[in-house]
């Protein structure tokens, strides 16, 4: 079994930051691409960042500019910076990655969504 586990959500005044953390642990042989998705109220899911496991990174028009999104692979978790936060950005924030378990199984694994909420 794999989990991904968020942390770091919460309330926030426009332009302000926060920081997202998003942990892997479980049965991992490897992973590949990790990311950060998320949904507000009445809106579907969609794609806020990526990122490869060689580092390169691929966002949001909505976020370019003000969030950066990086991993540590010897710790298996993957960051979300957010600065000059907006009302705009409160959703739901959900962790995704696409990992090999040690059975060399292919799967793909979402975390259970940490709320930001950005509002005066």
């Known amino acids: 079994q794999v989990q991904l586990v968020e942390s770091g959500g919460g309330l926030v005044q426009p332009g302000g930051s926060l920081r997202l953390s998003c942990a892997a642990s479980?049965?991992?042989?490897?992973?590949?691409?990790m990311g950060w998705y998320r949904q507000a109220p009445g809106k579907q899911r969609e794609l806020v960042a990526t990122?490869?496991?060689?580092?390169?990174?691929n966002y949001a028009d909505s976020v370019k500019g003000r969030f950066t999104i990086s991993r540590d692979n010897a710790k298996n978790t993957v960051y979300l910076q957010m600065n000059s936060l907006k009302p705009e950005d409160t959703a739901v924030y959900y962790c995704?990655?696409?990992?090999?378990?040690?059975?060399?199984?292919?799967?793909?694994?979402w975390g259970q969504g940490t709320l930001v909420t950005v509002s005066s």
């Open positions: 995704n990655a696409d990992l090999f378990s040690r059975s060399y199984r292919y799967l793909e694994v």
């Open positions: 479980g049965s991992i042989f490897s992973i590949n691409a």
């Open positions: 990122i490869t496991s060689g580092g390169s990174t």
